[in-house]
């Protein structure tokens, strides 16, 4: 895992600001930092990335954060925040709507999206920061502004809440594969949670009956994605649809059938050749484990998604564990 960790205090002058400013930016991409008071403001930044998902543990008062529409092109790719904040308040705009967030809330948030939040108390939340594709896979169009009460007598907000708290205190502990569970649990809760209740957001072209043809589908290839013989043909007989419905259905959500085949198959074969009981496996018998019938074809696409070979990526992590 990799992570950032800063702090900052309002006796220690202009330079660490900027120093604050620019650890902000590396945490969560281009953003303003505005200071409310010379004399009293603070921050701290705490972050820890593992398979897609950035942790984060953030605090500071007496500041405004901007994102504007300048910032925006400094991103490779859309992501949401998941926030669970301890103390605040955070007073918040974006699209021209103002929100309070407190504590016992829970936040979704487009983070690639302008907005400006600012606060003179002391805001603490922790978050997991979440690319857009991995939501999409599970829902046909987000919002970019939920919020969930996660106070005692609020199931959803409870169950929400207490699952974060779990996956984020024992985020050095789960083992690779429990890890990759995990985190399908959490983002499956969080939209089913937070998004999906709110049907405002989906398309007039989308249907609760395509959206459920589509979350079998997915449940059906996450559950045999390891099967080599597996297709749209044999995915959709196992559905019972058409293989042309089928991949309708996945355009809806800007998805290719055979792409979240392979995504689904990839993330096993990285999870394999981290696995220490897969040690003395090649690279090839890995990726015929995971569900591949071409070696080369799997280091092509392995490639293409985590921008290492796999063989590069085994030796690397294995370095870094003798480190």
Same mark, same amino acid.
């Given at each position: 895992?990799?992570?950032?960790?800063?702090?900052?205090?309002?006796?220690?002058?202009?330079?660490?600001?900027?120093?604050?400013?620019?650890? /902000?930016?590396?945490?969560?991409?281009?953003?303003?930092?505005? /200071?409310?008071?010379?004399?009293?403001?603070?921050?701290?930044?705490?972050?820890?990335?593992?398979?897609?998902?950035?942790?984060?543990?953030?605090?500071?008062?007496?500041?405004?954060?901007?994102?504007?529409?300048?910032?925006?092109?400094?991103?490779?790719?859309?992501?949401?925040?998941?926030?669970?904040?301890?103390?605040?308040?955070?007073?918040?705009?974006?699209?021209?709507?103002?929100?309070?967030?407190?504590?016992?809330?829970?936040?979704?948030?487009?983070?690639?999206?302008?907005?400006?939040?600012?606060?003179?108390?002391?805001?603490?939340?922790?978050?997991?920061?979440?690319?857009?594709?991995?939501?999409?896979?599970?829902?046909?169009?987000?919002?970019?502004?939920?919020?969930?009460?996660?106070?005692?007598?609020?199931?959803?907000?409870?169950?929400?809440?207490?699952?974060?708290?779990?996956?984020?205190?024992?985020?050095?502990?789960?083992?690779?594969?429990?890890?990759?569970?995990?985190?399908?649990?959490?983002?499956?809760?969080?939209?089913?949670?937070?998004?999906?209740?709110?049907?405002?957001?989906?398309?007039?072209?989308?249907?609760?009956?395509?959206?459920?043809?589509?979350?079998?589908?997915?449940?059906?290839?996450?559950?045999?994605?390891?099967?080599?013989?597996?297709?749209?043909?044999?995915?959709?007989?196992?559905?019972?649809?058409?293989?042309?419905?089928?991949?309708?259905?996945?355009?809806?959500?800007?998805?290719?059938?055979?792409?979240?085949?392979?995504?689904?198959?990839?993330?096993?074969?990285?999870?394999?050749?981290?696995?220490?009981?897969?040690?003395?496996?090649?690279?090839?018998?890995?990726?015929?484990?995971?569900?591949?019938?071409?070696?080369?074809?799997?280091?092509?696409?392995?490639?293409?998604?985590?921008?290492?070979?796999?063989?590069?990526?085994?030796?690397?992590?294995?370095?870094?564990?003798?480190?």
């Amino acid at each position: 895992m990799s992570g950032i960790s800063f702090s900052i205090s309002a006796d220690e002058g202009r330079p660490k600001v900027e120093a604050w400013r620019h650890t /902000l930016c590396q945490a969560f991409g281009p953003i303003e930092v505005g /200071l409310n008071s010379r004399e009293d403001f603070s921050g701290f930044v705490r972050t820890y990335k593992r398979q897609e998902l950035q942790f984060n543990e953030i605090c500071y008062r007496g500041q405004t954060l901007e994102r504007t529409a300048q910032n925006l092109a400094g991103f490779d790719q859309e992501y949401f925040t998941f926030s669970r904040p301890v103390s605040g308040p955070l007073y918040f705009e974006q699209n021209g709507g103002k929100f309070t967030v407190n504590s016992g809330t829970l936040v979704l948030l487009n983070q690639t999206s302008p907005y400006k939040a600012f606060t003179n108390a002391c805001y603490h939340a922790f978050s997991v920061s979440i690319p857009k594709k991995l939501l999409l896979q599970r829902a046909p169009q987000i919002g970019a502004f939920y919020k969930l009460d996660a106070v005692q007598g609020s199931p959803r907000g409870q169950l929400l809440a207490n699952f974060l708290q779990c996956l984020n205190e024992g985020i050095s502990g789960w083992t690779e594969p429990e890890f990759m569970a995990l985190r399908e649990q959490l983002l499956d809760l969080i939209v089913l949670l937070m998004v999906s209740d709110k049907s405002k957001v989906m398309s007039s072209e989308e249907s609760s009956i395509k959206a459920a043809h589509r979350e079998r589908a997915m449940a059906y290839i996450k559950y045999n994605h390891r099967n080599a013989q597996l297709n749209p043909q044999l995915i959709a007989g196992a559905c019972g649809i058409s293989v042309g419905y089928l991949h309708k259905i996945f355009q809806a959500v800007n998805l290719r059938v055979e792409h979240f085949l392979y995504s689904q198959r990839l993330e096993t074969c990285k999870t394999l050749l981290l696995d220490p009981q897969y040690r003395h496996y090649s690279v090839q018998q890995i990726a015929y484990q995971s569900g591949f019938n071409h070696p080369s074809h799997f280091s092509r696409l392995f490639k293409e998604k985590f921008s290492v070979s796999p063989s590069d990526f085994r030796a690397a992590h294995k370095e870094a564990a003798q480190d």
